[in-house]
């Protein structure tokens, strides 16, 4: 009976030291987990962090005219011309505020063509379209045709003034002024034409180097189906090379 008694107790105790084992591992668990949870949300904050500081903290500052200087691009001035542009409200094809537009982006082209190096020619031209017909090729319109007539494009043409061959391989930058009628199109696309404005200046200064000229269109007929680039692919011959 005695022996009975203490194999009871050891099993017991037994049964006891176990349970004691069993609960510490769970509370081991616990705690790693807690640890691993606790590193994984160090880790997220960090990873955010450092792809914040790479888009945002650590964008160059924009340049003002003087910083950039003749050759350097500004974004201050790249930014002034889209305030302008902006600055006129929706200006959609047929509105007196697109004919605003044109007439300022041909002016800073005019200015572009007085400021450029004395090696690099700068032409300018304010082109108004004929007639044309321009037949969709895809989109809720598919199959149907635009027909349109004097629209405006600003063409600006920037080629090494001593190397004949540049004029016959131009390099096409090409954007529109107009707007749709709802949004002064900030991003569709004074952005693009303010961009566009600031880099030619610039290439105006760098031209007299290239082997091939640059052809800046600013063209107008982008929202009602590209109408602008339909009429510069078919009624302007200044543009030889189709690459």
Known sequence: MPRGRGSSVSTHEKLNVDAAVDSDKDNSRHKRSAYLLLGLFILFLHGS????RMQFANLPLPLGA?????????EASALKHVKYLTGLGPHPVGSDALDLAVQYVYAEAEKIKK?????????????HTDI?????????????????SDLKHVILRIVPKYLPEAEEN????????????TTE??????SCVGVMLEMARGVAQWAHGFKSGVLFLFNTGEEEGLD????????????????
């Open 228 to 243: 602008g680039a339909h009429s510069f692919i078919t009624q302007v011959t200044i543009f030889i090379c189709y690459t």
């Open 185 to 190: 199109g900030a991003g569709d696309c004074s």
């Open 170 to 181: 131009l390099i096409l930058v090409s954007s529109h002024i107009d707007t749709v009628s």
């Open 66 to 74: 003087e910083q950039a200087g003749k050759r350097g691009f500004s």
């Open 115 to 127: 400021t450029a190096h004395w090696d690099v020619d700068v032409q300018v031209e304010l082109f």
């Open 132 to 148: 044309g017909a321009n037949r969709l090729a895809g989109g809720l319109f598919k199959g149907k045709t635009l027909l349109y």
């Open 49 to 52: 962090w450092s792809v914040y």
